[in-house]
């Protein structure tokens, strides 16, 4: 790390923050719409979004700060084990094509605004969508968090907060500010906001990896020797277990763990809240579609990205540096090789990637408490100006939370949690996915299947230990019966799929209560703009 | 998974499978396939300049498997349009 702060580079981020700060803000006057006190309005950016804005906007949702700064951390320390993020979300898009213009139409005649009313409205189970509201909540407010430690590592490299600092107000003051700032304008402009930054976003961080990818081999000396110096890295013998420290191809015991959370994270990106969020948010079924077709472009900057961890290697970042923190190799290395404007414009990338998803992220919890706890269980006759109202509280709520948490807590905690987010949040996929293709699941063994998948996968993760933590240290475990390391999160999936199966069969057998299903076959395959869309919305939207 | 009638209910008088949606469904779960087997990849060569074979074959799969799924998405859109244009011949 250069001695104190990098002038330039820190006058180029702030100018970019600025700017972003005032489009935010602007961003309440952007495609207005009449009824602005509607909570489509506000949390869902009037359900009008084309391809190109969606595909900004779920660009910008999908590929946060943290997957900048954590991706390229696992190639830098442990080699290709962290390249699984690539064929994740090779698959990611094949899979959600499947299913979710599916939500998409459903959601559009039936005005729901969380994947939690779909649940509701498939079962009729307020419990179900209790269960899967939470289950979102959770798994979303350490994603939140972890993107405080995107810009924190940021911060850290530029000389500015963190470090040695006395007074912990000072050395948090510019997260203070970036997140005040964040809160602000995700509560007046709401949706509006990340959509009209994550173009400047998405944009600079287009740049600065395309640069990168050409710019830091030709100075470290081709491909070929960036990994020759990661070969030789991972092939040191770690004295404490007598093993190589990582790999460069990813031996056979790792192929079960690398697949598995590659799938298993592919089912459950679109499982997160704000993810649907984004999805909802477009105006047609078509341009849902297209964009699970366009949305590639990111996984190949995502590839481009992993390998900095290796040109981290290469160009010595961290090296002889007892205790060198992984997570700060890639923004370290942009500071050691490109001019410092340059680093600026690279970090204000990160930093502005981390501000999207943090705001789309604390609205899509907003919405799901508003409209599954507080709407179904404290309010049930809330008019849509009162649910906006809560939600936009409940934002600002969300994102002090967060904040509080990585503040006052080891940021590692942070980082297990978000592990254990995933594996959460992949517990909901039978009742959501399951749901948009069939009623035939009984709601109370989906309900079933969803607590022992969350009690397995939560007990499987506690067990884990990590040089860093006693628990929660990972997330991939012996799978029962096959016998391999594998991802505890779809190892779950499985155990919570079998339980909804068999309970259903038993359900059914005994003549369990169903539940009213308020969804038609032909409500899954609706295009906007059809008789019983538009239409009938308004209308069926204050019934919710 | 079983399926209630209703959800097999096809939109137009099409039968639910097609050669079009086989083709489709080709497409969409090819690269799973190419991407899971990690055994059939995880090894060094043939290195393309100076990159291993494990790190360029998945980010060759990347265009190769979004090239697959805008094949599935014009296919399945040709394929609505007909299925949306017999039921308006009989319903609207």
């Keep these: ?544 | 998974m079983t399926e209630t009638p209703e959800a097999q209910a096809p939109p137009g008088r099409l039968p639910i499978v097609t050669p079009v949606r086989v083709v489709a469904a080709i497409c969409l779960l090819a690269p799973f396939v190419a991407t899971l087997w990690v055994s059939s990849y995880a090894k060094t060569g043939p290195e393309l300049g100076g990159v291993p074979f494990f790190y360029w074959y998945q980010l060759l799969w990347v265009p190769i498997s979004a090239a697959l799924t805008i094949t599935a998405y014009l296919l399945m859109r040709r394929e609505d349009r007909q299925r949306k244009g017999l039921k308006g011949g009989e319903g609207q």
Excluded: C
């Design chain 1, 1 to 544: 790390m250069k001695d104190g702060v990098n002038t330039p580079a820190l006058v180029i981020f702030i100018l970019f923050f600025a700017a972003v700060t005032v489009m935010g803000f602007l961003a309440a006057r952007w495609r207005k719409a009449d009824n602005a006190l509607h909570l489509d309005e506000w949390g869902l950016g009037g359900r009008s979004f084309g391809t190109w804005i969606t595909w900004f906007l779920l660009g910008g949702d999908l590929y946060t700060a943290y997957t900048f700064v954590a991706v390229p951390a696992v190639l830098y320390g442990a080699g290709a084990a962290g390249f699984f993020a690539v064929p994740y979300t090779i698959i990611a898009y094949p899979l959600v094509f499947m299913f979710l213009p599916r939500l998409w139409s459903v959601s559009h005649r039936h005005g729901y605004v969380t994947p939690a009313d779909f649940v509701r409205g498939r079962y009729g189970s307020k419990g179900l969508s209790l269960a899967v509201a939470l289950t979102g909540i959770l798994a979303t407010m350490p994603y939140i968090a972890l993107q405080l430690v995107g810009i924190q590592a940021v911060l850290d490299v530029l000389g500015v907060g963190g470090g040695n600092s006395t007074n912990w107000f000072v050395k948090d003051l510019p997260l203070f500010i970036a997140f005040a700032v964040l809160a602000a304008y995700t509560y007046s402009s709401g949706l509006r906001a990340p959509a009209l930054i994550a173009f400047v976003k998405d944009t600079l961080i287009y740049l600065v990896i395309i640069v990168a990818a050409i710019y830091i081999p030709m100075r470290l000396g081709g491909y070929g020797h960036i990994f020759d110096a990661a070969g030789q890295k991972f092939a040191t013998i770690n004295p404490a277990t007598h093993k190589p420290i990582g790999s460069l191809i990813s031996g056979p015991q790792a192929q079960w763990g690398y697949a598995t959370l590659a799938l298993g994270s592919a089912m459950a990106l679109f499982m997160y809240p704000h993810s649907v969020t984004g999805v909802l948010a477009s105006k047609s079924r078509d341009t849902v579609r297209r964009n699970t077709a366009i949305l590639p472009a990111y996984s190949l900057m995502l590839g481009f990205l992993a390998l900095l961890g290796f040109m981290a290697i290469a160009a010595g970042v961290g090296k002889g540096v007892t205790g060198f923190n992984a997570q700060l190799a890639v923004p370290q290395l942009f500071e050691d090789m490109f001019p410092d404007w340059f680093t600026g414009v690279a970090f204000a990338a990160i930093g502005i990637g981390a501000l999207v998803p943090a705001a789309i992220m604390s609205i899509a919890a907003a919405n799901l408490f508003t409209r599954n706890v507080y709407k179904d269980f404290i309010k049930p006759d809330a008019t849509p100006e009162q649910e906006t109202k809560v939600s936009k509280l409940v934002s600002l709520v969300v994102k002090v939370g967060a904040l509080i948490f990585v503040l006052g807590m080891d940021k590692q905690f942070a980082i297990n949690l978000q592990l254990l987010g995933g594996i959460w949040i992949l517990q909901t996929f039978v009742s959501i996915v399951g749901g948009l293709f069939t009623r035939w699941f009984h709601r109370w063994a989906l309900l079933a299947g969803w607590a022992a998948g969350m009690i397995y996968g939560t007990w499987k993760a506690y067990g884990i230990a990590a040089p860093t933590t006693k628990h929660f240290g990972g997330s991939s475990a012996e799978i029962p019966v096959i016998g391999q390391i594998g991802y505890i999160g779809l190892t779950a999936f499985v155990l919570n799929l079998v339980v909804a199966v068999v309970l259903t069969l038993v359900l059914r057998a005994a003549k369990a209560p169903e539940g009213t299903d308020e969804t038609a076959a032909d409500d899954y395959t609706a295009e906007a703009g059809e008789s019983g869309v538009a239409e009938e919305k308004p209308l069926v939207a204050p019934a919710g």
